[in-house]
């Protein structure tokens, strides 16, 4: 089993930065592709940024393109995402994400951090 819990959300003007931290726990991570997935007020859930464990591949959605950069850090067991020039179509509650490299649905998922950008 692998345990994550998410930090760092909170109010920010459009524009600005946060950065998102989700701490994992359980697990050894050396095969796990990690990702952060959001929910917007009235949308589905869509997939925002993944990384690989071991390597640090990394791929984004295209909304976030060149404002979000996803990162890890194996000392620490802990995935970042650093969001930059956040806009209010960002507001959104975060979600902390793993799965195994070999599969394809994320089974390990936090309990969220919720993001608001104002205008």
């Known amino acids: 089993q692998v345990q994550l819990v998410e930090s760092g959300g909170g109010l920010v003007q459009a524009g600005g930065s946060l950065r998102l931290s989700c701490a994992a726990s359980g697990r050894t991570l050396s095969n796990y592709v990690m990702a952060w997935f959001r929910r917007a007020p009235g949308k589905e859930r869509e997939f925002v940024a993944a990384i690989t464990w071991t390597g640090g591949s990394t791929y984004g959605a295209d909304s976030v393109k060149g404002r979000f950069t996803i990162s890890r850090d194996n000392a620490k067991n802990t995935v970042n995402l650093q969001m930059n020039s956040l806009k209010p179509e960002d507001t959104a509650d975060y979600y902390c994400?793993?799965?195994?490299?070999?599969?394809?649905?994320?089974?390990?998922w936090g309990q969220g951090t919720q993001v608001t950008v104002s205008s």
């Open positions: 994400a793993a799965r195994r490299i070999y599969l394809d649905r994320y089974n390990y």
